[in-house]
Structures are given as C-alpha cells and as structure tokens.
C-alpha cells in the first residue's frame, strides 16, 4: 500500500507558499499522493486549481482529488479542467469524484440538491469521451486518461464504480469500515464483469503534537464537520493523534485490501507534514 498527504486547501487563511512548500515537501519526503478536497461554502481553494500549482513545483508525486464534487460543476469544464492538471502534470491526476454532502454547496451554485444523484451518473456515462475528444492538447507521450474514481458509501456508489470507474474512494473512518466498503466495490465489480480489482483509496486525519496542537486539530474538525450534526464526535473520535495510532491505522488499511491512503493534515502548519514524514519512514 502507497501512503499519500493532504494538501491543506481547507482552511481559513492559509496562504498560497504554504501549499506550494507543502507539495515540494510531501515529495522531497518521497510520499507517494498529494489529496486535495472539496467545498464551495467554506473558506480554501479549489481543488483542481491546487493541484495544478502543485504540479508545477513536483515532478512524481501523484496527484488526486478525494473528492471534487462534479455534480456542482458544467461536465465539459470539469473534463477539460481535469485533463489539463493531467497534462500539466505529465499524467499525474488521478480525479475521484461525488455528489458530496452539503446541501448550501449546491445552493450557492444555483443547482437543485435533489438532482445530485442524477447529474453524477449522467457526468460518469460522458466523462471519458470528452477526454477522449481532447479538448487540449496533449502530448503524445501522456495520451492515456486520468484515472476515474467515485467515492461514497450508498449500493449505488458500487455500482457506479463497477460500471464508469477505475477505483473507489472511501470517505474515511477505522479500517474495519474501509474493508467493508472495498468488499462491496470489489463484489460489484465482480458483478459486472470487470477484469482485475478496482483501485481502492482510502483516507484519515492526523495532528501530532503537543496538546494544543491536538486541541487545534479538533476544534478544525468539528468546524469543517459541524453539519453532520452529532456525528462530528466519531468523526473526532477517529483522529490520529500520536505515531502510535498512525501506524495502526496504516496496517489496517493496508490489511484490508487498500492501494492507496492519504492522510490529511488537521492542522495546517509545515511541521505536521515532517512529523507524518518520520512516523511514515519508521
């Protein structure tokens, strides 16, 4: 299993050299993804856009967004936006998407939340031929596609990975929930025919430190969660705060079957990011 880090793209006030060390960072330390996420009413930058500064200042690190929330965006520009970091980055995007989970996301946007579900599957069915029309061009020695990822928990989210995707996204929680998601995606993907398994991505949150960093990283958790209502405790709950709980939960994901796992910071200051580096390399 590959060990990947967030980039910290959601939090208030975070300026952009800070992102731009980060990503050098996170390859200089030979870490194996930079994950960006996703929101519309929440201070940080959009996803696609980090990546791309990342890409311009990395050369091998990969590149993934878990999720963007492609149902709030035209599909024609979210194929050439997604291409376009792909090509920037010489091949490196690997582009996981959802429906998310915020109602006032899509009401800023203009766009019915009843219909999310819909407009997914239509963006999933259309998305391959627009890169395959190459709205840009490419390169000819960077002619293969980003890889497709779809993340969620519902049946139809398996079924949707088996028939457009080339993964899943596991929205985070204990390994022992991550391996009942893999089961289901691998057991649609066997369903519908597919050769080979489906790349499977897992994530969690860290903060390591002193007290006060912990407190930090709970108290952004809870802020950035606070509309899953009580649920934000479990969410809490599940913060990797000491090395000791990091490498289990590295073996965990990594015995339940995951290929690659990132880990974002809950805490945006550069020494999180060397603190997961040395616990990583233990």
């Not at 893999?182 to 994530?203: E, I, M, V, Y």
């Amino acid at each position: 299993m590959r060990v990947g880090v967030g980039l910290p793209t959601t939090f208030p006030d975070v300026g952009g050299q800070l992102l731009i060390d980060w990503a050098r960072n996170a390859e200089k330390h030979d870490l194996a993804s930079l994950g960006v996420l996703d929101r519309v009413v929440h201070d940080g930058y959009e996803p696609l856009a980090a990546l791309a500064a990342a890409a311009a200042v990395t050369s091998s690190i990969q590149l993934v967004t878990m999720i963007v929330i492609s149902p709030l965006r035209n599909t024609a520009l979210l194929a050439r936006h997604s291409l376009s970091v792909h090509a920037l980055s010489g091949g490196r995007l690997a582009l996981g998407v959802s429906v998310g989970a915020r109602k006032d996301d899509y009401d800023a946007v203009g766009i019915d939340y009843a219909t999310r579900g819909r407009r997914l599957t239509e963006q999933l069915a259309a998305i391959r031929d627009l890169w395959d029309e190459r709205p840009i061009p490419v390169p000819p020695e960077h002619l293969s596609a980003p890889e497709l990822l779809v993340g969620g928990g519902s049946d139809i989210t398996f079924a949707r990975v088996a028939r457009y995707a080339d993964g899943y996204v596991h929205g985070g929680g204990p390994p022992r929930a991550f391996a009942r998601a893999a089961d289901k995606a691998r057991a649609a993907w066997s369903d519908a025919g597919r050769p080979g398994k489906p790349h499977l991505w897992g994530q969690g949150y860290f903060a390591l430190g002193d007290d006060a960093t912990i407190a930090a990283g709970i108290a952004y958790l809870r802020e950035y969660y606070a509309f899953t209502g009580l649920y934000v405790e479990r969410i809490v709950a599940e913060l990797l705060a000491t090395p000791q709980a990091i490498t289990q939960f590295v073996r965990g994901y990594a015995e339940a079957g995951c290929d690659d796992l990132v880990l974002f910071p809950a805490v945006a200051h550069p020494e999180q990011l060397d603190r997961l580096a040395t616990v990583l390399a233990v």
